[in-house]
């Protein structure tokens, strides 16, 4: 399974951006996915995930009311839309794939993206 994602760039404080990653694999359905951040100095943080069916949806407590992840099991796609971006969301963004159980920690997901970098400055 390969994941790509897309979408980073530098943004102001208050503005958007939408993530995508694109999974080549013919069982994308198959795969409960993910969103982690990376920041220099920190611990890799969950931000958001989605189930198979995209029916039940879960964020970290610091991007809920702001961020929403989506799949298109059709596109094999899963997207983050940021809105209200503040500084502390700056990082590298990746996108994870698993199917054992994933959780918060990152354990479970046996695949990663190569990470998209957002910047939110002013």
């Known amino acids: 399974v390969q994941l790509q994602a897309s979408g980073g760039g530098s943004v102001q404080p208050g503005g958007s951006l939408r993530l995508s990653c694109e999974a080549s694999?013919?069982?994308?359905?198959?795969?409960?996915m993910g969103w982690f951040r990376q920041t220099p100095g920190k611990e890799r943080e969950f931000i958001a995930s989605i189930s198979r069916g995209g029916g039940v949806t879960d964020y970290a407590d610091s991007v809920k009311g702001r961020f929403t992840i989506s799949r298109d099991n059709a596109k094999n796609t899963v997207n983050l839309q940021m809105n209200s971006l503040k500084p502390e969301d700056t990082g590298v963004y990746y996108c994870a794939a698993g199917t054992n159980y994933p959780d918060p920690t990152g354990r479970g997901y046996e695949y990663w993206g190569q990470g998209t970098l957002v910047t939110v400055s002013s």
């Open positions: 694999v013919r069982t994308f359905s198959t795969y409960i």
